[in-house]
């Protein structure tokens, strides 16, 4: 189970609630996202526990976060 909260970044335009998909590689599902039409907004970055974070928008507008370990490529 993951889950997180924080203050609302300053390039969000309005506090949400953001859901997170747990993946196995972060990079690769990045590649993903773009291959499928979709954009990465913010990330990867890495966060506490050693697992990396990206915010993502698919191709209808659904914001949605990917939650991995970085495994090289």
Same mark, same amino acid.
């Given at each position: 189970?993951? %889950?997180? #909260?924080?203050?609302?970044?300053?390039? *969000? $335009? /309005?506090?949400?609630? *953001?859901?997170?998909? =747990?993946? &196995?590689?972060? &990079? /690769?599902?990045?590649?993903? #996202?773009?291959? =499928?039409?979709?954009?990465?907004?913010? =990330?990867?970055?890495?966060? $506490? %526990? @050693?697992?990396?974070?990206?915010?993502?928008?698919? $191709?209808? @507008?659904? #914001?949605?976060?990917? #939650? %991995?370990?970085?495994? @090289? =490529?």
């Amino acid at each position: 189970m993951i %889950g997180a #909260v924080m203050k609302r970044l300053p390039m *969000t $335009p /309005r506090a949400m609630w *953001t859901y997170d998909i =747990g993946v &196995d590689d972060i &990079d /690769r599902a990045v590649r993903a #996202v773009r291959d =499928g039409g979709g954009s990465i907004e913010h =990330g990867p970055d890495q966060i $506490p %526990g @050693g697992e990396f974070s990206a915010t993502g928008t698919d $191709p209808q @507008g659904v #914001v949605f976060g990917i #939650v %991995g370990q970085r495994k @090289g =490529g």
